[in-house]
């Protein structure tokens, strides 16, 4: 029989178990969030990595070549339901590629970025002698996507200049919205294109696949969606399983994301002039200085992209913010609020292409 002092054991056991997996996981961010060399090669990839990436999945490969550093798709580690086009895959390199041109900027050389397609896609970085360290290189280790509520004041105007100035680059521009009605509407968008996926079994299943439910699985896997990440109690992995199965249902869901837009300060959308691979990529670079800035001014910011990844309420978004041809590429909201726990990457090692 089981007795009332060994299930306090076991409890206990279970209890200490978990906190020493939290410092584990808290030893391995410090570690990875932290400086390397970028003269080298390998700090340079290191701090590509640290770019943010659609689910986690770093879907990226680096390679070295005479000129400089050439980024590379990783299909195999795509999104075929919620990212079916690409789209995402390729913003997820622009980020990578930002980074790393800033990085290279911080060894004192300058970079000239372009998307190849001969033969394979990929983005080509040639380094010149006459680069400078730009201040968004500090922000390179602060940078998260912070999925929590918000406190809900203002951002100062100047701020708000200061992250469009941020995000600009050629081929793409941040629409801030500040207009509660405005941000009212982009909510209905958002919440009526979630229900659509929530109500997917294949987004669902795709999802739970990157979902990594305690410390111990994220950091063997050096990927995916931590729960902790956003605030969510560490499971063993069957039981979160169960957990998703039983809670990532519509109105659970679409109460969450209602809450967090009306705390934040405002929503930002990422918008290209074109709607190609060489512009998702631009819209990537947009994203991750927009990210940086934000980060620099203390301002914190997660994605709400239901309506981009669903043509149709792509269609209503576009139409809504007045934007004529010019595609909607990654949705926003921006804020104030303090840390969450940092995520992981795979080893530099894991992701060199001969
Ligand atoms: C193109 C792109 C799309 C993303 N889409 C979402 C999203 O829909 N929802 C979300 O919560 N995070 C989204 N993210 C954020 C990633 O999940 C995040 O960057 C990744 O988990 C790593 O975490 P970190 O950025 O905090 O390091 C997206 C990031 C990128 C670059």
Redesign the pocket.
Known sequence: MISRRSVLIALAAGGALMMSRRADYAAATAALWSHRDPAEFMGLVHYATLG?????AQAWRFRQTSEGVAILPDMARALPVADSDHH?LY??LG?AAENLMLAAGAAGRSSAMEFATDGDERIEIAFGQSGSRDRLFNAILER??T?SDYNGHPVPRADLSALEVGARVSGCRVVVIEDRAKIEQVLELILAANTAQVSDPAFAAELRSWLRFNARAAIETGDG?YSG?SGNPSLPPFLGRIMFGAFFKPDTENDRYARQVRSSSGLAVIVSDRDDPVHWVQA?RS?QRFALQATALGIRH??L?QPVEVPSFRRELQSLLGLGNRRPD?VLRFGYAQPMP??LRRPGRSVIAT
């Open positions: 943010a990436n659609s689910h986690n995402h913003a997820s980020c998260q996507c999925r969606l990440c990537g994203y997660a994605h992209n990654l940092r995520s």
